[in-house]
């Protein structure tokens, strides 16, 4: 155990030096640059914003595969402790090797985030201290002990009772979510501030950190960080195919990139329903910001989302279709494809038209504001149901693919696939329905019954045919073993490809919601008055989140090879 010891040790001693480095940077700068008159500095050339912008989502994307990852780390550790099942074993140990790793860089990044807000934005920083200044402390504190667990289950792996090592990763895991839910309560803040008066002075701080934005914020992050994790993982997994040089390895990593995108369309699937609570509750807070956001100066950014998510989906569906080839009996189901991918389509269609198009003043005079067809479905009534349908189809072939080399065996096979038709075909009936119903209602309805409903129903449908497959193929007679492995390198490439697109899909994100506040810090508390205080145009903010997907792969090529070099040095070093 001297090692285990020593080990956690120099992971505690290289977080505990990177924050104390940063604290030495801050401190000097402060004591040698002028003081900032306006409550404002530039950094040079980049400007304040861009680099802010830069190191932040850097920083948060680090932050959420260190997140997320370990969330379904232990989950597999554990069923494959249950289940005597040594591969699932190995793929958390080879997750555990890349989330304790990426700490270092995460660690890095946030210091270098921590000198650079008080020293460019230092009035704005003293006020969020000023409110909200005991959460840092405890910021800090889960932080150490997020390190000090993360360390110990790394370092413990194989030489403590199971049991036992995965209680460590539960609490590693208990105290990464208490973690998240800190910055949550900034953003929060600074997006639905509460607890203030008119003037921006204290009240109360308990409601300064529990606003309209902070649980669906935080409940939104935690998801996104597991999916983003789970896909880093397959891109991982998919590197490691691709570069393999023995059937065994192929075969190994074609297993790790199918359960890795399985976890991360499995959470994909809830992102929706959070987001629109987030929605709700931004709404609910300021109409205004509301409007901002879906219907204003960021329309045109959501069919750019739409646009990203769409292609996600064709990515995964597409790795589903092409693994039917390594599933004895997975031919049987070709001809299916063709209409998953008119449906995956069709949805993909409808999501990403918008409402409005920007037209000449003759072609406004012909069709009016609104396209007479186009403009029907550019509304959330159409995107609501477009969306639920392509999940849905998503989710068919999955299950496609995996009961594809099986056979039912009980006597009710033929209710039982006669059953998941009606359920199939009435679920996407009832959704659209209430889609074309939603049009002839309040948007106070849609938005808080109509719209509820479809997700419910759109969960239920899941859960009832992935509780009706499992039953009907109990004991069901398998054709053949999967041909792991045996994958053309295209269907690899699909899972990089999803990777990326998320990545950039995150800056997006971040960069509506950051927006919302428009010249903010604090929403309708302290203004941006520094020369940044307008909101850039889209080319432009497309350009910086292009700038640090490409710099974050950068890190994550450096992170890949740093975990092979690790396995060549034979664990022992990194």
């Known amino acids: 155990m001297g090692k285990v010891y020593l080990g956690v040790l120099k992971g505690l001693l290289k977080i505990t030096l990177i924050l104390l480095a940063g604290f030495g940077v801050l401190y000097l ?63 958390a140990h080879d997750f555990a090797k890349l989330f304790t790793l990426a700490y270092t860089l995460t660690a890095v990044l946030g210091a270098v985030l921590m000198v650079s807000l008080p020293i460019l934005y230092p009035k704005f920083i003293d006020y969020l201290v000023k409110i909200l200044g005991p959460t840092w402390w405890v910021y800090i504190g889960l932080m150490y002990l997020e390190v000090l667990f993360c360390y110990l289950y790394f370092y413990t792996w194989g030489k403590i009772g199971k049991g036992t090592h995965i209680l460590l990763g539960v609490l590693l895991n208990v105290f990464g979510t208490l973690l998240l839910l800190v910055p949550n309560a900034w953003i929060g803040f600074m997006t639905t501030p509460g607890g203030v008066t008119e003037t921006g002075e204290l009240v109360n701080r308990w409601e300064a950190i529990n606003t309209y934005m902070w649980i669906p914020l935080f409940l939104h992050r935690l998801v996104a960080n597991v999916v983003f994790g789970a896909g880093l993982g397959a891109a991982y997994a998919a590197y490691r195919f691709i570069t393999a040089k023995t059937p065994e390895e192929r075969a190994y990593y074609d297993w790790m990139g199918y359960i890795s995108s399985l976890i991360a369309i499995g959470f994909l699937v809830i992102l929706p329903p959070i987001g629109y609570l987030l929605g709700v509750e931004i709404y609910a807070f300021n109409e205004q910001m509301g409007i901002q956001l879906m219907g204003g100066f960021y329309a045109w950014l959501w069919v750019m989302q739409a646009i990203l998510i769409g292609a996600i989906l064709l990515f995964v569906n597409y790795y589903l279709w092409v693994s039917l080839n390594k599933m004895p009996g997975g031919e049987r189901y070709f ?38 067809f186009l403009g029907k479905l550019g509304v959330m009534a159409a995107k609501n149901t477009a969306v639920t349908i392509s999940f849905l189809a998503t989710f068919l072939s999955y299950e496609i693919f995996r009961l594809s080399n099986k056979e039912p065996t009980v006597s009710w096979a033929g209710i039982g696939k006669a059953l998941r038709v009606i359920i199939m075909v009435g679920s996407s009936l009832a959704l659209i329905g209430l889609g074309v119903y939603s049009y002839m209602v309040p948007a106070v309805v849609r938005v808080k019954v109509l719209s509820p409903i479809q997700f419910g129903i759109f969960f239920a449908t899941l859960i009832v045919l992935y509780i009706l497959d499992t039953l009907m193929y109990r004991n069901a007679k398998v054709i053949g073993e999967p041909r792991w492995g045996q994958m053309p390198e295209r269907s690899q490439y699909a899972l990089i490809a999803m990777m990326v697109t998320f990545t950039w899909l995150m800056g997006l994100m971040g960069y509506i919601r950051s927006g919302g506040r428009q010249y903010w810090h604090v929403y309708g508390i302290m203004k941006d008055t520094s020369p940044d205080a307008y909101l850039p145009t889209h080319g432009f903010a497309c350009l910086v989140i292009s700038a640090v997907t490409l710099i974050f792969f950068a890190l994550i090529a450096s992170l890949f090879w740093s975990v092979m070099r690790y396995e060549r040095l034979g664990g022992e070093r990194a």
């Open 29 to 91: 700068l402060k004591n040698i640059l002028p003081p900032a008159e306006d409550g404002y500095r530039q950094f040079p050339v980049l400007g304040s914003r861009v680099w802010v912008w830069v190191v932040a989502q850097l920083h948060l994307n680090f932050a959420a595969f260190v997140l997320g990852v370990p969330i379904f780390t232990v989950a597999m550790e554990f069923i494959g402790w249950r289940k005597k099942d040594e591969r699932l074993d190995r793929i």
């Open 335 to 372: 001809k299916y494809v063709k209409f998953l991918f008119v449906i995956v389509i069709l949805g993909y269609a409808v999501w990403l038209t918008p409402h409005s198009v920007a037209l000449s003043l003759e072609e406004a005079r012909r069709i009016g504001a609104y396209h007479p």
